[in-house]
């Protein structure tokens, strides 16, 4: 049975060549992907020709000029953010960009904390660690598989977690690098695999917290 994170998140960035100032909430009323009254209700944080920051209650999106993010903290909206990024880009379809990444991050909340070390010690042995430092512990951890087609990687970060005592925090980036920067390739990548990276990435969080119970 699938362990359940105590926070749960996922994020789609996108990099390429963008305006941020267009990235308004009225922007995406008039386009019809938010609801009028979403629009009218958006914490707009900052609208600039560098950077554009708003949030509504199921989203944030944060755009600069090379650079486009829209993350959520909640699971149920892990397919609208999807439908957010590929309505928005088939609309702007001239966009050059030249990579996507599918993000998800995931806090696990451990039994105990003996259960919380040996998580560390089995991810991270020490023994190497011996003679040159008194008490050594895992900070920061990152793992890189690489991808051939579509170009790109896995990339799988652990800590301990920040939220969640005692927990363990798990971040997985699936990059891909976007052929001719063509925006029909890169919408072609996340309509057809958001799901299944989603589940990818619960998958390999899982297989890694059961190596300790």
Do not use: C
């Not at 963008?18 to 922007?27: G, K, Q, R, T, V």
């Not at 009254?37 to 989203?59: M, Q, Y």
């Not at 928005?88 to 105990?112: C, E, Q, Y």
């Not at 990152?142 to 087609?149: G, L, V, Y």
């Amino acid at each position: 049975m699938p362990l359940i994170p105590e926070i749960d998140g996922s994020s789609i960035v996108v990099l390429g060549s963008f305006n941020p100032a267009i990235f308004h909430p009225l922007w995406f009323k008039i386009n019809q992907l938010i609801r009028p009254e979403e629009a009218d209700s958006a914490k707009l944080e900052v609208t600039h020709p560098a950077v554009s920051i708003f949030s509504l209650e199921w989203f944030k999106l944060q755009v600069e000029m090379e650079r486009f993010v829209v993350e959520t903290t909640d699971k149920a909206n892990f397919g609208p953010i999807s439908d957010l990024v590929l309505g928005t880009f088939s609309i702007l379809d001239h966009t050059p960009v030249r990579a996507l990444g599918m993000n998800r991050v995931m806090h696990f909340k451990m039994d105990s904390r003996e259960k919380w070390h040996a998580f560390g010690h089995m991810i991270a042995p020490k023994d190497v660690w011996h003679g040159i430092m008194e008490r050594p512990g895992l900070q920061s951890l990152t793992m890189e598989d690489p991808r051939d087609d579509p170009l790109g990687f896995t990339r799988v970060r652990i800590e301990p977690s920040k939220q969640v005592d005692p927990g363990i925090f798990i971040e997985v980036n699936n990059h891909y690098e976007i052929e001719d920067n063509n925006i029909q390739n890169m919408l072609n990548i996340l309509k057809g695999s958001w799901k299944e990276v989603l589940l990818k990435s619960e998958s390999i969080a899982n297989h890694l917290i059961k190596k300790v119970e």
